[in-house]
């Protein structure tokens, strides 16, 4: 006969499994959400340097430069500082694609900005980045919160024109 105290216990065999499975599974979600995240983050900061390098440029142009043809399209020196953005942003892969918006202030405190085509010289420019991004992992689960949309992340850089 045995002691009481060694009497056996219920079997519970498949309750550790379940919450074992339980715990991996949001283990797994959270994970997923801290890659998300930070993989967010860093296309957020490679914007922002882009934005911020381009602007950087745009506002070293000579007068010249920046005034260019004023024939109503873009000016040279804009379109290199387009492309500057362009291409630091291309190192990342967004999935849903890129846009740079080009703008210098003009005029006094009542100024206005415009496109940068050349007519006056600014006294401000504005470089702005947007990436639209997709999840190329899990776009499936995304797009149920963003409604089909991707996820915009916008940065600007606006720095004093201080060319010439």
Known sequence: MSPAWRKRAPRARGSVAVELALLLLMFATMLYALLFFGWIFWHYTVATKA???????????????????????????????????????????????????????????????????????PKKVMVRVTVYMRDPFFDMMIVKFTNSTPVDLRTAAVMEYAGG
């Open 51 to 121: 934005a911020h390098d381009a602007a950087r440029f745009l506002a070293a142009a000579t007068p010249r430069e920046i005034q260019g043809s004023a024939g109503g399209a873009e000016v040279p020196i804009v379109a290199v500082a387009r492309r500057i953005a362009a291409l630091e942003v291309g190192e990342l892969s967004p999935g849903g694609g890129v846009s740079t918006g080009i703008f210098c202030y003009v005029g006094d405190s009542g100024g206005y900005w415009n496109g940068c085509f050349g007519f006056d010289r």
